[in-house]
């Protein structure tokens, strides 16, 4: 399954945190400050759609209101599929130390 690294940066800190649940200003973090300044309704859009992605996948679960024309997410939850992928990427990623 392909991830963008957005999708990989909402999944990894759902996964380090304590019950899982997170906010979802707190994945404004992903950008630096100066450009979240110049672009931000261009970044929530963005991070916005990766979520709605994710759920789609099963990979996450979100807590918001639906209005008749849209969806106000407030917060999101992994799900255990989420938790298996994300800890198979972090084993991808660490790699294995070559013994002699």
Not at 23 to 38: M, T
Request: aromatic share 10%; with cysteine; glycine share 6%.
């Amino acid at each position: 399954m392909r991830l963008s690294k957005l999708q990989k940066y909402i999944l990894d800190r759902c996964f380090y945190t304590k019950k899982g649940v997170l906010g979802r200003r707190e994945l404004f973090n992903f950008y630096s400050i100066a450009d979240f300044e110049r672009r931000r309704k261009k970044i929530i859009d963005t991070i916005h759609k990766s979520i709605e992605a994710l759920v789609k996948k099963d990979l996450l679960v979100a807590f918001g209101h639906k209005t008749a024309k849209k969806w106000f997410i407030h917060k999101i939850k992994i799900t255990k599929r989420g938790r298996k992928l994300i800890k198979g990427l972090i084993k991808n990623m660490q790699g294995k130390l070559p013994i002699k």
